[in-house]
């Protein structure tokens, strides 16, 4: 290697990098010349005579024989620019026989060379001497013009080129079959899309002279799912044959359709990712992040589901079955039959003849677990079983797939009957292409001499891969079953059907979603197909036979096989795969196969000699050229095929091209000799560091970089170390884990818990090298294009990697913990014989005689040694840049991750190690109960170093801590103590002199002594970082980073506990926080009965906001709380819905209710079950309370006791009864009135409710009265004696008597409700009204609304933007102590409309519970006129007690009726001196406080609907008789009506403004106007209705008053005093013309309510001239 200098690498420095070599032939003595250009290659395309180059900045250059150049070059071998294409950036370019193309970044295609085949999609030209632009127009979209579809790479071949666009798609344009179009005409000019393909992904194409083939994703999951068919949707064929042989039945799926093919429905579904601009690679290299534009779908996703791949059926069987449909059926006219090897379902399902995967998938899953699976995928994907082990068991989707399991194996035996005439040696090439015997042969092999060279050569091939055939494989596993010699002889049927069973139960080793979940976008995909199409008559198709194929058909046999390349040449065909080995097939005719079957017709391996890794192949016309790893990093060239001798090249050239076939064998001898396998070209090493090798016509051309600073080497080394790492990952899965998976006795040697560890640690170990495939694909793409730091996916994705490796070592640790190597020793020693030599060489340990378990452990760890590798890796790439760049960064990043996860590993193993050896010494009854996966082992007492305190003498106490409990055991039983839930703290020791540890669970609190303070301090902290680790979920994966470990976890932290001991949490399970072994926060209790607490838990118990629910099993339904607890019990505001529908929404306390609450009953979810509101005591209705009870239609309204109606209490009914009066024991018993809704009164005894017994005097509304003793139930007939009355007319105090009496016998107002008050004093902070300290009162407010705002913020309801203000502006308190004045006065007034505006603050709560219980009273039945004097009184009780809770926060308040002094303005004062007219006492101006003016503006809205109701029921009568007068009188036009009321005629207006004719001008009043006059001051008293408090209707009367004075003043043109004679009968038109209709209700409220310092001034005036403009209007009598 050069000495590294350490200035940095530059790569654009013309003479190191993409340098060009090229040579023809192996033989020693050639040297490769090598082509200088100005700037390094980047790609090379090599035809017959002719070769294209790529070169850096995306120009092209053309080389060799060009003769559709019109002008010749004199010089061929001179390279000359495509001058055509300059202008353009070239990405990729591809070379046929005789024309070129080349893709411009944008996806453009450009053509020239040969066209007389249409070749280069340009008609009427025979040559198109430059390159010249071809469009793809796809004409199935909708646009006009069509669509121009961009691409990714070309292939050409010698008469027809293929395209593969950005949307995966294929198209094809030339000539012959093997464009795979269903042209009838040839040539076709117009390039188009291979149906056949459409819907898949492919990955890359590749032309031969005659032949196409193509790299394909294989379809995931979610392409396949559609119904079963059996017959093919074009020519209505059955899809199986089933042909009846004397003793068996053979099964063919061997239907090929010869017509077109059709799009179905679901077809043209299928997704493709969206085209993209930018820099294009060709998609035979995975897309590396450096080219894509982030828009682009990568170009190599993973497959997302592996299982939906069929796993390949067994192979011999399958070529059997269609040798039989294939040969026995030649008579059949029908030629499709002999489509022989392309019996493949899967081919067939996938192009659209029938849309039925899953159901072949299914068949053929089901045929191949009938018959042996291949388990033996290599590495990559085997779509095999769930752990469960056992048979697949897949539905049968017809009855085909029942037949298939019995006479799927019978196939075989007839076929070699079938052939016996057939020689041996061919029959045995045809199945077991290079042998299939392990080391030793299997014991019925036939000894025979061609038999052994195939076992030496089958030696061969098994070391040159690292799994060999499938097919080896699978007719070894026949031949080990049946014992047979080579093939089977006829056996009976039954016999076989008994032998083919399978014996072995498949696993899955490949994860069942891609290599790793979130990757399948980043890494390229190993999961491909590969499909083959055109002329085969050299076997060039793979299909194993010689026949043309019109349409691209997969090859089966390369399914599983991974992959990754595919390349062709003349008339043969390669395909690399990503374990580094290169099948080939087709013409073998100068040994251009690498093998020795001349010619294949099915793919094999080439010979290579083992630990030869390919990594680029290319195809010539009779050679093959490969680039492999050797033994040291620089990469080593291969050749195998023809010589070629210098000099007669030209001619021989041209003869060949005309001639195929037949004159092969002549020319070999004339053109020299060709490799037998493939040869090592000896000039290879001195070309430096190849990064991708070409072969066209003869030629050969390598490119290659010089190793500047050491770069290019260590990039090279990375790449190969991968490759070398998978190759060993797939040694070992194929000859260690899947052998032992496939014991049929595994799982009862190693019991299920152990067995289910290892298909965990298998799939774990698919993953992992799946993977590694995936990476090591990855790395040689990015080596054959651009070697640059920023395609290594390892950088940006090093979270994949570390994840893998994680979960893998932690797979193996659980596995050897479980003692699972030990359990595995017996398997492996009956499966790999005594002697572990294989076992040896994989785990590349050198130690002598360790045991098959010590073995097997070594082996499984060895994937962890890879991470080293990845780190000394990326240090070394780092070293080559400076340490500023930002490449140093990343890969020193990446580099320091994987030293960290390497010591992490090391720490894992180690602690695995220790818990294992722990196992054996622990005493076997515990080891089963404790021994988990997962646990592992961190300090134990045994050496006595941790006591138990006060111990008995003789009881053993040994404590043993794990990474996730503290196990304390004890002579025969042991305690688990789970970490989440243990807190240990040390004990100070000045107290005792003891080295004391206290340790405290939930249930438990222990005191353990240590031995010595050593001791202490070492379990102290094991104990504490191994809680710390299980609380932070990591169990021991804490990177060693991290060794500063905090001192001691959080004693506050949150995890799940079931109580085990007696008590009320027996079984109960907490999830939530916990302190110091409390549950302390937020949390769920759940009990094993169904009960279910989630909220608030203090201390252990219940405290603060939370839900209960309870289960109620005799109505099979869930009581459910909703409200607040204190010390486990329900205490506060809570909601409680009964299982039976029963809903309670109030106070408890202690658990029961307790305080103010509503009950709702009655059917669930009525609109108006029965309710009852008010006090409870102890769980029962006690006090005062209203009760609606719907069934009755009647509402009391009165005192209770224990549930029951108990003192006085007033009752409503629907029918207008009223009852006020006594209750007892729940009925009306003892004094009471009773009044009808026509004024019927019965005044005297009750006995039972509405049964009159006993004294009383019953009225009638017309004053008549009975005075005696009454009985009977009311409305039914009453017995009475006693005295009839009949009073004066004239006497009529009776009456009044009688109104004043009602209201006497129930609940004064002050009564009413004091439990809501009293909650809201103690709300406050206070045991009894007025009792308590302000300030305390203020910290309580604030504490009850951050809280509740923060329980608000937890729930989901968003609180609107208002309401969050009015929080927001509550949070600041207000001054409350000091002097008051104005503006502290208003200030308060604002606070409290602020406070009673939302629930959240103590005296919104209050004015809400207060407007519902008011409603609650007066609502439906409550809605009595007789109630509206308690309504009233019920009001004026609210403002005093608010009243009193206001002046409490804000002591300095006046009491009612107190005085606050109105600031005079400056402006005043300064002129009070000088005015002489100033009264000297003139009193300073002042406003009375009071409880209606502060507080009705809050309360009356919210009460206003059911007592405005109220007063309209009372004036009722009084209103219909007004209102008829009203509307009587307004019938008259204005002058007619001023003059009927008697307005003096110098008050009538002479005008009033007009509105129609012209704004402005004024309109005179005439006899016939109406409604004009006072238009303003009736207007503005029509208001009145609109508000709703008594001081703001007031201001609408003051206003109107103002408008009527300044209309007069306008009319009189002068000041002027009003008299009351003057102004009453203005104002009474204005009231007639304003048409209130209730105006006698508005009347009366604002005479109940109004604030009685108003009375008396100016406002008072105006009321009672309201009034009495309303008695007027009752009384006028129209004259």
């Avoid at 350490?6 to 003595?29: F, N, V």
């Avoid at 002549?666 to 990064?691: D, H, I, K, R």
């Avoid at 021991?1036 to 001991?1061: C, H, M, N, W």
């Avoid at 509402?1195 to 003192?1207: E, F, L, V």
Wanted: hydrophobic letters at 35%; a negative charge; proline letters at 5%.
């Amino acid at each position: 290697m050069e000495i590294q200098s350490k200035s940095s690498w530059d790569d654009g420095s013309g003479g190191e990098r993409g340098l060009l070599h090229s040579w023809k032939g192996y033989s020693y003595s050639i040297t490769p010349e090598r082509l200088l250009l100005p700037r390094p290659v980047l790609q090379v395309a090599l035809g017959s005579q002719h070769g294209v180059l790529l070169v850096e900045g995306g120009q092209v250059y053309s080389f060799g024989e060009l003769p559709w150049k019109q002008s010749q070059v004199p010089e061929p071998a001179k390279p000359t620019l495509e001058s055509a294409l300059s202008g353009q950036r070239v990405v990729t370019v591809a070379a046929g026989s005789f024309h070129s193309g080349a893709v411009t970044e944008d996806g453009g295609v450009h053509m020239w060379g040969e066209n007389s085949a249409g070749q280069c999609g340009l008609s009427g030209l025979s040559t198109v001497p430059n390159p010249t632009p071809v469009a793809l127009q796809d004409l199935d979209t909708v646009t006009v013009p069509p669509q121009t579809v961009p691409v990714l790479e070309l292939a050409c071949g010698e008469k027809h080129t293929l395209a593969l666009s950005v949307q995966r798609e294929v198209w094809a344009w030339g000539s012959g079959c093997q464009l795979g179009l269903n042209a009838a005409v040839f040539p076709v000019w117009k390039p188009q899309k291979v149906e056949h393909l459409a819907g898949r992904y492919v990955l890359q194409v590749a032309c031969g002279a005659s032949h196409s083939l193509a790299l394909v994703r294989c379809l995931g999951s979610h392409d396949g799912h559609r119904p079963h068919v059996d017959k093919c949707g074009r020519c209505n064929e059955l899809l199986y044959t089933m042909t009846d042989k004397e003793d068996h039945v053979i099964i063919s799926d061997s239907h090929y359709c010869p017509l077109g093919v059709e799009l179905t429905e679901d077809d043209g579904k299928l997704e493709a990712p969206n085209p993209t601009t930018g820099l294009k690679t060709s998609p035979s290299e995975p897309v590396l992040p450096s080219y894509t534009s982030k828009s682009e779908s990568p170009a190599v996703p993973t497959v997302a589901d592996p299982t939906s791949v069929p796993s390949q059926p067994h192979a011999s069987e399958e070529g059997e079955a269609s040798l039989v449909n294939g040969m026995l059926q030649v008579s059949d006219s029908d030629t499709s039959a002999l489509s022989g090897a392309e019996s493949d379902a899967v081919a067939g399902a996938k192009s659209s003849p029938y849309p039925d995967e899953q159901a072949v998938k299914d068949y053929l899953k089901k045929l191949s677990d009938n018959t042996q699976t291949n388990t033996q995928a290599s590495g990559g994907l085997n779509a095999l079983l769930p752990s469960t082990g056992g048979l697949m068991s897949s539905t049968p989707t017809s009855a085909l797939n029942n037949l298939v399991a019995s006479c799927a194996s019978a196939v075989g035996g007839r076929v070699a009957s079938t052939y016996e005439a057939l020689s041996l040696k061919k029959m045995m090439n045809f199945y077991l292409p290079s042998g299939a015997s392990r080391s030793g042969g299997s014991p019925g092999v036939v000894d025979n001499s061609a038999e052994r060279v195939r076992q030496e050569d089958s030696m061969q091939g098994k070391k040159s891969s690292s799994t060999g055939d499938i097919r080896e494989e699978e007719a070894e596993g026949l031949r080990r079953r049946l014992s047979l010699p080579g093939l089977l002889s006829q056996v009976s049927p039954r016999l076989l059907r008994k032998a083919g069973r399978p014996k072995m139960r498949a696993v899955a080793l490949t994860p069942l979603g891609g290599a790793i979940p979130e990757d399948h976008e980043v890494l390229p995909t190993l999961q491909t197909e590969v499909w083959s199409w055109g002329h085969g008559e050299h076997g060039q198709l793979g299909h194993g036979d010689n026949l043309a194929r019109l349409q691209p058909l997969c090859i089966k046999s390369l399914n599983n096989k991974e992959v990754v390349r595919v390349a062709a040449g003349a008339h043969h065909s390669l395909a690399l795969t990503a374990q580094s080995q290169v099948f080939s097939w087709g013409s073998n005719s100068s040994g251009q196969l690498g093998h020795m079957e001349s010619p294949s017709t099915v793919p094999r391996l080439a010979k290579l000699s083992e630990g030869i890794r390919v990594w680029d192949v290319s195809a010539g016309e009779r050679h093959t050229l490969l680039l492999a790893d050797g033994d040291c990093i620089q990469p080593i060239i291969y050749y195998s095929g023809q010589q070629v001798k210098e000099g007669e090249e030209e001619g021989g050239n041209e003869k060949e091209l005309h001639q195929q076939g037949g004159g092969e064998e002549e020319e070999e001898e004339q053109a020299g000799g060709y490799t037998q396998q493939p040869v090592l070209l000896p000039f290879c090493m001195n070309l430096g560091y190849v990064s991708s090798v070409f072969a066209g016509g003869r030629r050969c051309v390598a490119l290659s970089d010089r190793n500047v600073m050491g770069f290019i080497a260590s990039l090279h080394e990375l790449a190969s170390a991968e490759r070398r790492f998978y190759c060993k990952l797939c040694n070992i899965k194929s000859q260690i884990l899947r052998p032992l998976l496939e014991l049929e006795s595994l799982s009862s040697a190693l019991g299920q818990v152990i067995f289910g560890l290892l298909q965990t640690l298998a799939n774990m170990f698919g993953r992992l090298c799946h993977l590694t495939g995936q990476h090591a694909t990855s790395l040689t793409a990015s080596l054959r294009r651009c070697r640059e730091v920023k395609s290594l996916l390892i950088l940006e994705h090093t979270s994949i990697f570390l994840d893998c490796y994680n979960d893998y070592c932690s797979a193996v640790g659980n596995f050897q913990v479980m003692g699972g190597f030990q359990a595995l020793t017996k398997p492996s020693i009956d499966l790999f014989g005594k002697g572990p030599e294989l076992l040896q060489k994989l785990s590349e340990c050198g130690e002598e005689n360790l045991t098959t378990a010590d073995l097997l452990v070594v082996l499984f760890y060895l994937p962890a040694r890879h991470l080293h590798e990845y780190s000394r890796l990326l240090l070394k790439l780092a070293t080559c840049f400076e340490v500023c760049s930002t490449e140093y960064q990343k890969l020193q990043d990446s580099c320091s991750k994987f030293e960290a996860s390497v010591l992490q590993l090391k720490r894992k193993r180690k602690e695995a190690d220790y818990t294992v050896h722990f196992w054996k010494i622990f005493p076997g009854k515990m080891t089963d109960s404790l021994r988990k996966p997962y646990r592992r082992l961190i300090c134990e007492s045994s050496n006595k170093g941790l006591t138990l305190q006060n111990a008995g003498r003789f009881s053993v106490n040994w404590f043993i801590l794990f990474n996730d409990v503290l196990v304390h055991a004890q002579f025969s039983t042991h305690h688990i103590f789970p970490l989440a839930t243990l807190w240990v703290e040390p004990i100070p020791e000045e107290d005792t002199g003891l080295y004391g540890l206290k340790v405290i669970t939930p249930e438990e609190t222990l005191t353990l002594l240590a031995s010595s303070p050593m001791e202490k301090i070492k379990w102290l902290r094991s104990i504490n970082q191994a809680v710390d680790q299980a609380l932070s979920g990591k169990g021991q994966d804490v990177a060693s980073g991290s060794s500063v470990q905090k001192l001691e976890p959080p004693i506050s932290r949150t995890a799940s506990y079931t109580f085990y001991k007696e008590g009320r949490l027996k079984d109960a399970t907490y999830e939530g926080r916990w302190l110091s072994g409390k549950p302390n926060g937020r949390g769920v209790l759940k009990w094993c009965d169904g009960r279910i607490y989630t909220g608030a838990f203090k201390n252990g118990l219940e405290d603060g906001f939370g839900e209960f629910v309870a289960p109620n099993k005799t109505l099979n339904k869930n009581d459910h709380y909703q409200g607040y607890w204190k010390d486990g019990k329900m205490h506060g505001l809570g909601t409680y819905r009964y299982a039976s529908g029963e809903v309670y929404d109030g106070s408890f306390q202690e658990g029961v209710r307790h305080g103010h609450g509503m009950l709702r009953s009655g059917k669930l979810n009525t609109s108006s079950p029965s309710v009852f509101i008010g006090q409870w005591l102890q769980d029962k209705k006690t006090g005062y309370g209203v009760f609606d009870d719907i069934t009755k239609g009647e509402k009391y309204m009165g005192m209770w006791q224990d549930h029951q109606r108990q003192g006085t209490g007033v009752v409503v009914t629907q029918f207008g009864l009223y009852y006020e009066g006594a209750f007892k024991d729940n009925k009306m018993m003892g004094t009471g009135v009773l009044l009808s809704e026509d004024d019927t009164t019965y005044e005297g005894e009750f006995s039972d409710d509405w049964t009159l017994s006993g004294k009383g005097v019953l009225t009638m509304p017309n004053g008549d009265y009975l005075e005696g003793s009454f009985n009977g139930e009311w409305g039914s007939g009453l017995k009475v004696t006693g005295s009839y009355f009949k009073p004066h007319l004239f006497d009529t105090d009776k009456d009044k008597t009688q109104a004043m009496k009602l209201g006497h016998l129930c609940v004064c107002a002050e009564d009413k409700w004091p439990a809501v008050f009293e909650e809201c004093w103690s709300q406050l902070g206070c045991e009894a009204p007025g009792r308590g300290e302000p300030e305390k009162a203020w910290e309580n407010i604030a504490v009850a609304l951050t809280t509740s705002r923060r329980h608000i913020l937890d729930s989901p309801d968003v609180l609107s933007r208002s309401h969050n203000k009015t929080l927001e502006s509550l949070e600041v308190i207000p001054q409350h102590v000091g002097p008051i004045t104005m503006d502290r006065y208003n200030a308060i007034r604002l606070y409290l409309i602020k406070a009673c505006d939302t629930p959240l603050h103590p005296l919104g709560q209050l004015l809400e519970t207060l407007v519902a219980v008011y409603r609650m009273t007066y609502v439906g039945v409550g809605a009595n006129r007789r109630l509206l004097h308690q309504a009233v009184s019920e009001i004026k009780s609210y403002l005093n007690h608010i009243f009193l809770i206001v002046r409490f926060l804000f002591p300095d308040l006046p009491e009612e009726g107190g005085l606050i002094p109105e600031p005079t303005t400056d402006l005043q004062e300064k002129n009070e001196p000088n005015s002489t007219d100033a009264l000297p006492e003139s009193p300073k101006p002042a406003r009375v406080v009071s409880s209606s003016a502060l507080l009705l503006p809050v309360l009356l809205p919210r009460l206003y609907p059911p007592l405005f109701t109220l007063y309209a029921l009372d004036k009722e009568r009084e209103d219909d008789v007004y209102w008829e007068c009203v509307l009587r009188l307004n019938k008259q036009p204005d002058l007619a009506l001023l003059a009927f009321l008697g307005v003096q005629q110098k008050f009538w207006p002479v005008s009033i403004p007009a509105s129609l004719p012209a704004p402005g001008e004024k309109q005179l009043v005439i006899s016939s106007t109406k409604d004009a006059c006072f238009a303003s001051a009736v207007e503005t008293l029509q208001q009145i209705s609109t508000t709703f408090t008594p001081s703001d209707k007031l201001q609408v009367i003051q206003l109107t008053f103002e408008e009527i004075t300044q209309e007069v003043q306008a009319l009189l043109k002068q000041d002027f005093l009003w008299s009351m004679d003057d102004l009453f009968p203005v104002f009474l038109y204005v009231v007639l013309r304003a048409r209130i209709r209730n105006l006698g209700s508005e009347v009366s409220l604002i005479e109940d309510l109004m604030d009685p310092c108003v009375q008396h001034g100016e406002h008072g005036i105006m009321f009672t001239t309201l009034k009495a403009c309303y008695y007027q209007i009752q009384h006028e009598k129209v004259t």
